[in-house]
């Protein structure tokens, strides 16, 4: 079974600058409940505002077409039904990946200075059972396997991180960055930090282009997926007027790369295509079932 909340923000905003609970104003054994938390904000975007005006103005121009599903409401009832009749147990090699991805969680809090620290606790690793239960349940798998509980960590590192840490450390993965006010660390020695805002920026403008790159691209010739070099050439395109000298450059290329490295290795919205191109320069396409933010 789940449940779901719609929480008002306190000042009508969410304040990155507080925790999740000081925004939405719960007290700390109501948020308990819930294994799962994802904040929408509500974010002037030019290119985020265009794609999702255009798709609601397409849904109303084309209601017929729109309208078309897969399965049939029938059909989910009865795949629901049949799926909550399985009660997976969990192998031995999911249990000790279990305890060691809890322990990952528990040691990335006590190195870092986050507000998260306080979230995890023994109820996250309660909430990375049930998750990874349900993921074995969906599958109709009597048993939870690895990859239930890697797809449920992914979903619970994901609530944490994304609630509370907005800034992206870009050299290092799942990292936690502390500096809310930091857009750009590249000096020698420091990682690479941009702003979840800017990191949600670059990301949202290189895999629209993407997107309408392989809409346009459909006939299944080879130019039907475009490089990473194409994408960061592009993308510093787009800012050329915003960036000033030579260095701005190389650092705003470095961002850009680092950008797809994460959406690949990380986020997992893109995917190297195999056996074309070079190694340092593969072919990406953005994941069929991801949607834009």
Request: charged share 35%; hydrophobic share 35%; with cysteine.
């Amino acid at each position: 079974e789940s449940s779901g909340i719609n929480a008002e923000y306190g000042g009508g905003r969410y304040d990155r600058s507080k925790s999740l609970q000081q925004n939405i104003q719960l007290s700390a054994p109501i948020m308990s409940r819930f294994d799962l938390f994802f904040v929408l904000v509500d974010e002037c975007n030019e290119v985020t505002d265009y794609a999702i005006a255009r798709r609601i103005v397409d849904l109303h121009s084309r209601q017929e077409e729109s309208v078309e599903r897969e399965y049939t409401l029938e059909e989910i009832r009865r795949y629901i039904a049949f799926a909550k009749k399985f009660k997976p147990r969990i192998t031995p090699e999911s249990q000790e990946f279990m305890v060691e991805e809890y322990k990952k969680l528990r040691q990335r809090d006590a190195n870092a200075m986050s507000k998260a620290s306080w979230r995890i606790t023994v109820r996250q690793l309660e909430s990375l059972i049930r998750l990874s239960e349900a993921m074995a349940k969906m599958v109709c798998d009597e048993k939870v396997q690895v990859s239930h509980v890697k797809e449920a960590f992914r979903l619970l590192s994901k609530s944490i991180i994304r609630v509370e840490t907005p800034d992206i450390n870009l050299d290092e993965e799942n990292a936690a960055t502390q500096e809310p006010d930091t857009e750009m660390e590249t000096e020698e020695g420091e990682n690479l930090r941009i702003t979840f805002e800017e990191y949600k920026k670059i990301s949202n403008m290189l895999i629209l282009h993407m997107r309408e790159y392989e809409e346009k691209n459909r006939d299944g010739s080879e130019d039907g997926a475009l490089k990473k070099q194409q994408l960061v050439d592009w993308y510093l395109q787009q800012i050329e007027e915003d960036i000033e000298g030579e260095q701005e450059m190389i650092a705003r290329k470095l961002v850009t790369e680092k950008v797809l490295e994460r959406l690949v290795k990380v986020d997992n919205v893109l995917l190297e295509i195999e056996g074309t191109g070079e190694a340092e320069d593969p072919f990406l396409v953005v994941h069929p079932n991801y949607i834009v933010e």
